[in-house]
């Protein structure tokens, strides 16, 4: 990626997304880019499914299915539980395809060297996210499918990414944002997102650990701030737990656990709210930014209501499935508002910049000095 030039020889140098080569207009690489992403969210939405049903071993060999190809297994035999594991793993199979002709469409059609190797990255993440899908039925293995999950998560980013640089819109971006943003506000958004993204490592542990539901009531929890944790406790409220959705006995790192994805919802909702309020203040309330943060905002809002409801329902497979894919599409959001308010910032101090230098030049060098 290249170094923003805008300021002029004399200028710091500073990393900028934005001021990579321009490649050409090419509008269908980013619907495709677009299509991809929207088909990813649908994959997380199939893979959310398959948790919250609790058939994620209803088919229990990989790559084949049931020794059958796995483009092959009759449809006939696509019934409870294998009709959703199936369906997940053809999809994974599409999304896989579409990701295959992204990159290589990528790597013939652009001119901007970072965005061709990030096409490239995509790839090899969506390589390793099906063997990780693999090797979670083939050994077993709960703690891989927490890893299935985060990758799912980087790999949603990674593509989102890609279609916003890819949009007539990030070409022309230079033009359309001219407004000043402090640096304060764009790592705000980036420690934002980086709450949602550990937010949903919290929920993917207690979803492939079976622990759910490790604290059934809200807003306390046990009728408790913060529940007891001892050995007794535990062991008196697996006594009576009778959830045949998550088995599993319930110990005190679940209960641990699901606070903290408690907690952090609420860090997250106080910080985004935050953040729109002061995007507002800063460009405006017309600016896209101002407009996508509200967006976040409200999707935060139904992201915790959706919480609410998986706890006090005794977790819905579709309730529980919504919350999931409502909170990857914040993710993404958030990744994308985080890389535009960066932008925003570095073009509006390059902006300024060449504004003292230009001062300067012309015999006013106060105002070059003053800063």
Same mark, same amino acid.
């Given at each position: 990626?290249a170094?923003?030039q805008?300021?002029?020889?004399?200028?710091?140098?500073?990393?900028?997304?934005?001021?990579?080569?321009?490649?050409? &207009?090419?509008?269908?690489? *980013?619907?495709?880019?677009?299509?991809?992403?929207?088909?990813?969210?649908?994959?997380?939405?199939?893979?959310?499914?398959?948790?919250? *049903?609790?058939?994620?071993?209803s088919?229990?060999d990989?790559?084949?299915?049931?020794?059958?190809?796995?483009?092959?297994?009759?449809?006939s035999?696509?019934?409870?539980g294998?009709f959703?594991?199936?369906?997940? +793993?053809?999809?994974?199979?599409?999304?896989?395809?579409?990701?295959?002709?992204?990159?290589?469409?990528i790597?013939? %059609?652009?001119?901007?060297?970072?965005?061709r190797?990030?096409?490239?990255?995509?790839?090899?993440? @969506? @390589?390793?996210?099906?063997?990780?899908?693999?090797?979670r039925?083939?050994?077993?293995? &709960?703690?891989?499918?927490?890893?299935?999950?985060?990758l799912?998560?980087?790999?949603?980013?990674?593509?989102s990414?890609?279609?916003?640089?890819?949009? +007539?819109?990030?070409?022309?971006?230079?033009?359309?944002?001219?407004?000043?943003? $402090? =640096?304060?506000?764009? +790592?705000?958004?980036?420690?934002?997102?980086?709450?949602?993204?550990?937010?949903?490592?919290?929920?993917?542990?207690?979803?492939?650990?079976?622990?759910?539901?490790?604290?059934? &009531?809200?807003?306390?929890?046990?009728?408790?701030?913060?529940?007891?944790? =001892?050995?007794?406790?535990?062991?008196?409220?697996?006594?009576?737990?009778? =959830?045949?959705? &998550?088995?599993?006995?319930?110990?005190?790192?679940?209960?641990?656990?699901?606070?903290?994805?408690?907690?952090?919802?609420?860090?997250?909702?106080g910080?985004?709210?935050f953040?729109?309020?002061?995007?507002?203040?800063?460009?405006?309330?017309?600016?896209?930014?101002?407009?996508?943060?509200?967006i976040?905002?409200?999707?935060?809002?139904?992201?915790?209501?959706?919480?609410?409801?998986?706890?006090? %329902?005794?977790?819905?497979?579709?309730?529980?499935t919504?919350?999931? @894919?409502?909170?990857?599409?914040?993710?993404a959001?958030?990744?994308?508002?985080?890389?535009?308010?960066?932008?925003? $910032?570095?073009?509006?101090?390059? $902006?300024? +910049? *060449?504004?003292?230098?230009?001062?300067a030049?012309?015999?006013?060098? %106060?105002?070059a000095?003053?800063?």
């Amino acid at each position: 990626m290249a170094v923003s030039q805008t300021a002029g020889a004399n200028s710091p140098q500073r990393f900028s997304f934005l001021n990579m080569s321009r490649s050409t &207009d090419n509008q269908w690489l *980013h619907r495709f880019a677009f299509f991809t992403a929207i088909c990813t969210l649908l994959l997380i939405g199939l893979g959310g499914l398959v948790t919250s *049903h609790g058939v994620g071993m209803s088919v229990p060999d990989w790559p084949t299915t049931y020794g059958y190809n796995m483009f092959l297994f009759p449809i006939s035999k696509w019934v409870g539980g294998i009709f959703y594991e199936h369906t997940h +793993r053809l999809f994974a199979s599409f999304v896989g395809f579409l990701t295959t002709i992204l990159a290589v469409w990528i790597w013939l %059609k652009e001119s901007r060297k970072s965005l061709r190797w990030l096409g490239v990255i995509a790839f090899f993440t @969506v @390589v390793l996210q099906g063997v990780l899908g693999g090797l979670r039925v083939v050994l077993f293995k &709960d703690q891989i499918g927490i890893f299935h999950a985060a990758l799912a998560q980087i790999f949603l980013i990674l593509v989102s990414v890609i279609a916003l640089f890819t949009s +007539r819109w990030w070409q022309h971006f230079a033009n359309s944002e001219k407004n000043f943003l $402090s =640096d304060a506000l764009g +790592r705000f958004a980036a420690v934002a997102t980086f709450l949602v993204f550990f937010q949903l490592l919290f929920g993917a542990t207690m979803r492939h650990q079976h622990a759910g539901l490790a604290v059934p &009531d809200f807003p306390l929890a046990y009728g408790k701030i913060w529940p007891p944790t =001892d050995a007794p406790f535990i062991q008196a409220i697996n006594q009576r737990r009778f =959830d045949v959705t &998550d088995p599993n006995p319930i110990t005190a790192f679940h209960i641990v656990i699901h606070m903290l994805h408690r907690i952090t919802a609420f860090l997250i909702l106080g910080s985004v709210g935050f953040l729109a309020v002061k995007f507002r203040q800063a460009l405006g309330t017309k600016a896209l930014l101002s407009r996508l943060s509200l967006i976040w905002f409200g999707m935060i809002v139904a992201q915790v209501f959706l919480g609410i409801v998986t706890v006090l %329902k005794n977790k819905p497979a579709d309730i529980a499935t919504a919350h999931v @894919v409502l909170g990857a599409a914040s993710l993404a959001m958030g990744a994308m508002i985080a890389i535009i308010a960066k932008e925003i $910032s570095v073009e509006g101090k390059n $902006s300024m +910049r *060449h504004r003292e230098l230009t001062s300067a030049a012309f015999g006013n060098p %106060k105002v070059a000095l003053n800063k």
